[in-house]
Structures are given as structure tokens and as C-alpha cells.
């Protein structure tokens, strides 16, 4: 399917936004404070995803910069276009990945320290399953970071060039 990747994106950010609108309503005390800074290409991009999946994704990146990172933090959203390809990426300020574990985030139930990864909750299978989605729709995910100072996280998309023929008339 055809998709609007700026939609998708804002779409899962929002919702981002919206956790912490709600929390802090409530006045619940457990969640972290992070601020979302967007940085999209005005151009529309469009990729053959699927978006249910490709929600997950962004969402498993979003959780985890979320998670592993201070109170207060920036994340910061960005979608850009090259020659052919889009690349989206989120930027933490978080706590970052050691050098020699860089090769193994994305395997399964990999987790960075066990006992660093052990006070916030998780499996080992976000990155993972991401990969296997991202792959599976010809793109590529990796990931650039300096421990203490943060990680950014990318994946790039072949894009198409318009947006698709609405079909509600045919056949
Ligand atoms: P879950 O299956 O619930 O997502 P998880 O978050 O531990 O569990 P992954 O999302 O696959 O699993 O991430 C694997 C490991 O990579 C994490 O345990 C963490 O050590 C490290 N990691 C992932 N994202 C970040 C990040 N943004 N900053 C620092 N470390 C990260
Ligand atoms: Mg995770």
C-alpha cells in the first residue's frame, strides 16, 4: 500500500504528544517528561509500506528513546528526501549504546547491559522485529550513537514519485 510517510509519522508522534498531555492532566507522576522537535521536508513522500506495521515500527523507536533517556530530554523527529530514497530518523539524548554493542541492538532479546536494562522493563525483540518489518519492505534501519550523549536511530525507503490514483471508481 501507498502512504503518506509525513502522515504516518505525525500520526505516531502525535500520539507521543498526546501521552504526555494526558499524563500530565492527571497529574500522574510516573511518566517521563520529553519534548518532540519535528524537522519534515515540506515535500510529501510517498512509500509502499504497510502502514499497520510500519506504525510499529516508529512506535517501538519512539518507546525506546522515550525509555532510555532522562527526564526531560529532546527527541527529535526528521524526515528528509534524497535522489531516491526517503530517511526518516529519531535522535535521543538518552544514555546510548556502547560501541561493541552497536552490531548486536537489532538481534533478537539482544539488551545492552542486562543489569542497566533490567530496571526499565522489555524483552529484546523491539529492534528486532523492526528490522524484520523494515527489510521486509526493502528499506534499511541502523543506528548511530555515542554512549552518555545519545543515539539516533534511521531508516531509509525507496519512495514512489505522486501519490496514488485514488481507486474508488474502479472496478
Ligand atoms: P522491547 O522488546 O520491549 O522493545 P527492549 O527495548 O529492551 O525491549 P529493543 O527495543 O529491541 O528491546 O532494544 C534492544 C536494546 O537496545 C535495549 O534493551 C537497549 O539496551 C538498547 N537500546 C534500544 N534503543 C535505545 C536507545 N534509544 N538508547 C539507548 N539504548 C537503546
Ligand atoms: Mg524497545
Known amino acids: ?18 501521552i504526555l498531555e494526558s499524563d500530565a492532566k492527571n497529574e500522574n507522576t510516573i511518566t517521563k517528561n520529553y519534548n518532540i522537535l ?36 529532546t527527541i527529535t523527529a526528521r524526515l528528509i528526501k534524497t535522489k531516491t530514497r526517503a530517511i526518516l530518523s529519531i535522535s535521543d539524548q538518552g544514555l546510548g549504546i556502547p560501541r561493541k554493542d552497536l552490531d548486536n541492538i537489532f538481534n533478537r532479546f539482544f539488551r ?43 531508516i531509509s525507503l525507496a519512495y514512489v514519485d505522486e501519490e496514488p490514483e485514488d481507486d474508488w471508481d474502479a472496478e
Open 38 to 73: 519535528r524537522e519534515f521536508t515540506k515535500e510529501d513522500v510517498w512509500v509502499e509500506v504497510d502502514p499497520d506495521k510500519f506504525t510499529q515500527v516508529l512506535d517501538n523507536i519512539m518507546n525506546n528513546a522515550v525509555k532510555y533517556s532522562p527526564d526531560g530530554g
Open 1 to 18: 500500500e501507498v502512504i503518506n510517510l509525513n502522515s504516518l509519522f505525525n500520526f505516531v508522534l502525535n500520539r507521543f504528544d498526546m
Open 112 to 154: 545492552v547491559d542486562k543489569s542497566r536494562s533490567r530496571a526499565q522493563g522489555g524483552t529484546g525483540l523491539g529492534l528486532a522485529i523492526s528490522k524484520e518489518v523494515v527489510e521486509k519492505f526493502n528499506g534499511r534501519i541502523w543506528v548511530d550513537s555515542v554512549e552518555n550523549k545519545g543515539s539516533t536511530f534511521y
